[in-house]
C-alpha cells in the first residue's frame, strides 16, 4: 500500500498563495494516481485536482483556475499549488495515492485510492 505525507499548510491571509507537498513511498511513483482532496469541519471530503502523468491533470469546478496540480516523478512528491486562497478553503487538506491507473470517472472519488496522508491544516482568514 502506498504511503504518503503531505506537508506545507499553514494560516495565511485572503488572497494569498501556499503550495501543499506531498511524498509517497514506492519506486514506481511514476505510475501512481495522485489526488487532493480537502475537509472542512461538519462537511464530507471534496474532491480538488488529480494527476495521472505530467499532462493529465484534472480539476473540481470549484478550484479550477486558481489551484495547480503537479508532479516531480524524481522526487516522489505531487504539489497543490493554490492562489488567490479565500476563507471557504479552510480545511484539511490531504494527499491521497493508488498504484496504477485511475479511470477518468473515479479520479473524484475517495474510494479510489488506497494510501492517505495525515492531512495539512490550512486556514485561511478574512
Known amino acids: 500500500q502506498v504511503q504518503v505525507v503531505e506537508s506545507g499548510g499553514g494560516l495565511v491571509q485572503a488572497g494569498a498563495s501556499l503550495r501543499l507537498s506531498c511524498v509517497a513511498s514506492?519506486?514506481?511513483?511514476?505510475?501512481?494516481?495522485m489526488g487532493w482532496f480537502r475537509q472542512a469541519p461538519g462537511k464530507e471530503r471534496e474532491y480538488l485536482a488529480s494527476?495521472?502523468?505530467?499532462?493529465?491533470?484534472r480539476y473540481a469546478d470549484s478550484v479550477k483556475g486558481r489551484f495547480t496540480i503537479s508532479r516531480d516523478n524524481a522526487k516522489n512528491t505531487v504539489y497543490l499549488q493554490m492562489n488567490s486562497l479565500k476563507p471557504e478553503d479552510t480545511a484539511v487538506y490531504y494527499c491521497?495515492?493508488?498504484?496504477?491507473?485511475?479511470?477518468?470517472?473515479?479520479?473524484?472519488?475517495?474510494?479510489?485510492?488506497?494510501?492517505w496522508g495525515q492531512g495539512t491544516q490550512v486556514t485561511v482568514s478574512s
Open positions: 494527476i495521472r502523468s505530467q499532462n493529465d491533470a
Open positions: 491521497a495515492a493508488r498504484a496504477g491507473r485511475i479511470i477518468v470517472s473515479a479520479l473524484p472519488s475517495p474510494s479510489s485510492y488506497t494510501g
Open positions: 514506492g519506486q514506481s511513483f511514476n505510475t501512481y494516481s
